[in-house]
């Protein structure tokens, strides 16, 4: 969500000459984030497959391949049909039984063909898989109900359908050559499913007019070590007994975590690597803020206008001669600079360029050194070529995780309409448009921005969108502000608004009597207007020993009573207990998954106390 700024930000005087150090502060681009960057020279930074459930017949579908081996299976409250497919190179065997007729369909293969059928006293079914390369179909009828499961090919393609007499779930799984598709119908519901593969995934979709579930790949959720550090660090609390008495829990995903750019601690933002470190922490949600190109195509990056910091650009001669400023060295007490918009360049262009930490080198004299300035509590160690994407390319990741999005639209840095004819409605509906086509669920995507009018414009023509967009509210950067935020609070609710976004600092203040961390009159305004609550930034401020110091941005509201990192649990215990935050943007997700399992947090509105 930053933008990197020689300004002197606060109480912060920013010293800038060739060869001495330097320390500043960068206010983040639209979220005002200020980030105190380090380098040993002058350095800144800146639902669903429901498996319909019916009174008399709940059917469940199953299916997976390890090298052709897929696996189906159904059962209703009176009779159940069990189907089972397994192949070694191309062997499928479905079985179906109920209580008072059976079916039993059996199927054998040599070279990747299968046949499967089942009969019943009164009524069959007949389905038959056929594979040359990796291609099953299965079909199913019945008059009341019928679970049919087959397919296996002999380099794996497994499909499986159910039906029940109210409503229908379909689940179904495309291979590394195949894609395969499984319907099925009820009488008043269904639910259609469709796969297709990128380099051998499979990605199951489900909507249906309950909702939707997904099938989530990644079941072993790693929270690492720094949870444990944390809450080691921490004082003698019941909060703190209460954190380690989880330590040896099993963890799952929480749509209470929400990924900011990726795992931008480590990782460089906004990559695939950042984000497969994300869903593996446990991640619900996972960030792309948008931007786009020369071709008016959608990509992921922070800022229009941070390719020169964020990517390898400047160490391309073709592309860095297209950049809006081209790099200058430091000198006569000058900083470096640079400028590099994704506007500069076209969509195919920007899929050639490796992202790295975001950070620069204000004392370079080149081009390469230009390149450092990660800061010394973060780490260079994944920074070797961080794979950019545009949006459809993120939005088909995610999807194969079986995850949430939270796209934000941003405030163009570029003269709009841009090249004559892309307005800003255009940009934001064309991001809303490429979730649509991918036929994604609207309850799957959480669009942010901190424009008013961005979020105004999904209520009026994305009503199923704006369901859950947030309003990221910059208007509390100012006293003024703070205060007419605070007196218009309600007027935002009138507008349609249901999730205002502010920075995790604005949520707080410190009760002097007591000197304990308390919901702020901002968010005690928030609560009696009836919005709903999504912050930002955890884990972008280093070890908060130095906070104080650096007059951290994102511990403003607190710095005086904030002196160990294991009061970060503190910090987020009264977030998530007492502001009732529904999500939390971490640049370390796996610290928020920890403290949210601990609790029983699902996030989202999933939580009877604050949906």
Known sequence: MVHISALALGALALSLAVAAPIEEVARHEEHYDMVTRYTTMSTTICPSSHASSAAIGPAVSQAGSANGTAIAQSSPATRSAVSQAASASGTAIAQSSTATRSAVSQAATASGTAVAQSSTSTRSAVSQAASASGTAVAQSSAATRSAVSQAATANGTAIAQSSTAT????????????????????????????AATANGTAVTQAAMATGSALNRPIKNIQPGVRPYFLVNNMTDSPLKRKLQSCSEMPFSTTDFTVSHRGAALQFPEHTVEGRAAAARQGAGIIECDITFTKDQELVCRHSQCDLHTSTNILLIPELAAKCNQTFVPAANGKPASAQCCTSDITLAEFKTLCGKQDGFNASATNVQDYQNGTPNWRTDLYSTCGTVTSHKDYIQEINRFGLSYTPETKAPLVQMPFQGNFTQDMYVQKAVNEYKEAGIHPSRVWFQSFLLRDVL??????????????????????????????????????QGVKLIAPAFPYLLAVDNSTKKIVPSDYAIAAQKAGLKFITWSFERSGPLAKVAKAKDYYYSTILDVIKTDGQMYEVLDVLAQ??????????????????????????????????
Request: proline share 2%; net charge negative; charged share 20%.
């Open 457 to 494: 414009y999904w209520i009026k023509n994305e009503p199923e969108f704006a369901k859950q967009a947030m309003y990221l509210d910059d208007r509390v950067e100012t006293d003024a502000g703070y205060k007419a935020a605070v007196a218009a609070m309600q007027d935002i609710a009138n």
């Open 578 to 611: 007492q502001v009732k935050i529904v999500g939390f943007f971490s640049d370390w997700p796996a610290t928020i998954t920890y403290y949210a399992n601990c609790m029983g947090l699902k996030g989202g509105f999933a939580d009877a106390d604050r949906n």
């Open 167 to 194: 409503r229908s779930a379909v689940s179904q799984a495309a291979s590394a050559s195949g894609t395969a598709v499984a319907q099925s119908s009820a009488a008043t519901r269904s639910a259609a499913s469709q």
